[in-house]
């Protein structure tokens, strides 16, 4: 497996390139948890077939995304195309490092787990795969499986961090998100059991960073960060940080958050609803003030906001993007364009300074 990880220093030298060598604004990169230079375009890789066709496109919008200088932060899940969108971006990874093109620590690889992940190139069906490899194997008890398709046991979760280290072919995992486990165990299990799970996730995820597996983990969330305060699901990222200090004392390793952020969904922005500092503020100002990081999803709305007019020298999606970019406290945006146009539309936009506005 390829060894290392992202650094202050790497991450800086791929911002220098992109700037002095393609005259890229420096607005586009963003200073991160860590100390991290990073990208304020992310390419994601959710959408797609589990198929030989998709694998290729992928690996293929990693090595055009980076090679562009235009992105080093890099988003999956295992459960993206049945473990398959792991393996495709960590051949696209390795090519880039074979070919000199990019260094390991220039390179943000962020993944998920949580999500009932079958293999989509074994023989077994989805559910004989589930049986066999997870509950028969020893990993996972059915009593830990909420709505049959999610899992957040510390057992469980050392299973996945070592299928996707493999899948990735990385012995260090940048960024370790539980993937939206309070979104599908809170209204389960309710809050203090959630509390109570989650302390142990973390705990679990504290020993993973001792031993080299991680350097940081976070929550990818839907709804329960943005909802307003009264709401059942309603989560507060401060009560997080505290059982993040409680699993890994000052030094944790929780940073960064990720949660859907567009023109048709701006609560992160506009609903005040996260306690911090003695104040309610909104999930923005809330993640800067504990210093965590935040990514945003569906940019586009799933294609939606890729439709319509030019936005001066902004194509629609363009001007989406530069939206969601341009937020107060973001880090950037992630978005899934695998096609060769759709994503030459899509990195064009690093060209324009983000919108003070």
Known sequence: MIEGTTTSAGSARFRDRGVNDRGLPAGHFRLAPGGLTLSSLGLGTYLG?????????????VAVSVRSGRVNVIDTAINYRHQRAERSVGRGIAHLLQQGAAARDELFVATKVGYLAPDGESPLAPDQW?????????????????????????????????????????ETLDLLYLHNAADAQLPVVGVEEFKRRLGLAFERLEEHRQSGHLTSYGLATWEVLRVPLTDPVHLALAD???????????????????????????EAAERSNQPAGGEIVPLFEAARRLGIGCFTSVPLLQGQLAKGPMDGALTAAQSALQFARSAPGTIGPLVGSKSPAHLAEDLGVASFPPRAE
Do not use: C, K
């Open 130 to 170: 589930i049986q066999h490899e997870l509950i028969d194997g020893g990993v996972l008890h059915p009593d830990d499986i909420v709505d049959g398709v999610h899992a957040m046991a510390p057992g469980y979760l050392s299973d996945q961090i070592e299928r996707s280290r493999h899948n990735l072919g990385l």
């Open 240 to 266: 997080v940080v505290d059982i993040a200090q409680s699993a890994g004392g000052a030094d944790h390793g929780f940073r960064f958050v990720q949660f859907p952020f567009n023109r048709e969904m701006p």
């Open 49 to 61: 077939r589990p198929d030989a066709a998709t694998d290729l496109a992928v690996q293929d919008a």
